[in-house]
């Protein structure tokens, strides 16, 4: 299903020697999430991990990751969420 969509979107096509998998969006989404919020147990609620996931921490989340405005348009909501 994922590789079908974003076949409808040619422009969004990702580095050279990469692919989009379910994983990259999760994670990005994951990372983005955390970057607004800063709280596991939020990302974790709606992300779909069990409490404390250790695998949503060590595999997903890249807390490298900054706040931008487009991470903070689509998941600004999450801070006041639980």
């Not at 990302?43 to 409490?51: E, F, Q």
């Amino acid at each position: 299903m994922l590789q079908r969509v974003l076949k409808l979107l040619p422009h969004h096509v990702p580095p050279p020697g990469c692919t989009w998998t379910g994983h990259s969006l999760r994670s990005g989404a994951a990372s983005a999430g955390y970057a607004v919020t800063k709280d596991l147990l939020v990302i974790c609620h709606y992300g779909g991990w069990a409490r404390g996931s250790d695998v949503m921490q060590d595999d997903y989340i890249d807390p490298s990751w900054r706040s931008t405005p487009d991470a903070r348009f689509f998941f600004g909501w999450l801070k006041s969420a639980l």
